[in-house]
């Protein structure tokens, strides 16, 4: 595992209020068809009108990359998103917000910045490749109709998904289609379990405590 420990990551637009109700926080074991290739540390704290998601990942156990995102979705659709990676010899890190449906993109690397614009909207999620729990912000989506925009702001992708929400035993399953396929499974109590993206092999699953 990555043996950097990276800064402490702040969006102070996104602060939550002191009253922010705690979501969820633990590890996911990260695989590849079925083969355990990584680990993902997370956070979730959220209120009535805001939700912050930190997760760090970590993948092999020599000159692996270290990617830790943090993702804050406030009031009125503005959305906040930052981006550490650390990889020999050199990380990047990417800084994205949303600010009346325009989004603003900006990645920094080592003697080198760039920066762009590109449209957002009212329903946006921030996603990185490398980072599970930063599908939770799918989550309270689903409780709404229409589909999402998701923009990947590592590489500007950009997707178009629909969401579902089932009840699924004492739990619940948030299954997305489109440009991505896969499904969030929560527990009785809003916890993350297991996060599957079956087109690409991969699949987060919770660690036991």
Do not use: C, H
Request: aromatic letters at 6%; charged letters at 20%; a positive charge.
């Amino acid at each position: 595992m990555g043996t950097g420990t990276p800064g402490i990551l702040a969006l102070a637009f996104w602060a939550l209020p002191a009253s922010a109700q705690y979501a969820d926080q633990g590890t996911l074991l990260i695989r590849a068809g079925g083969r355990e290739v990584g680990v993902e540390t997370f956070k979730i704290t959220m209120d009535t009108l805001s939700i912050r998601i930190t997760g760090r990942s970590t993948f092999g156990t020599r000159a692996s990359a270290d990617v830790t995102v943090t993702v804050g979705l406030g009031k009125d659709g503005e959305l906040g998103f930052q981006l550490d990676r650390r990889t020999a010899p050199q990380g990047t890190q990417i800084y994205a917000v949303q600010k009346r449906n325009r989004i603003t993109v900006r990645r920094v690397e080592r003697g080198t910045e760039q920066a762009s614009e590109v449209p957002g909207g009212p329903r946006t999620a921030f996603l990185a490749d490398s980072v599970f729990s930063a599908f939770y912000q799918l989550v309270p989506l689903a409780e709404q109709s229409g589909p999402v925009n998701v923009l990947f702001p590592l590489g500007t992708r950009r997707l178009t998904l629909n969401l579902e929400r089932v009840a699924a035993g004492s739990g619940t399953i948030v299954r997305f289609r489109g440009g991505l396929e896969g499904e969030i499974e929560l527990g009785n109590r809003g916890q993350v379990l297991r996060i599957q993206l079956p087109s690409l092999g991969l699949e987060a699953v919770r660690k036991p405590e």
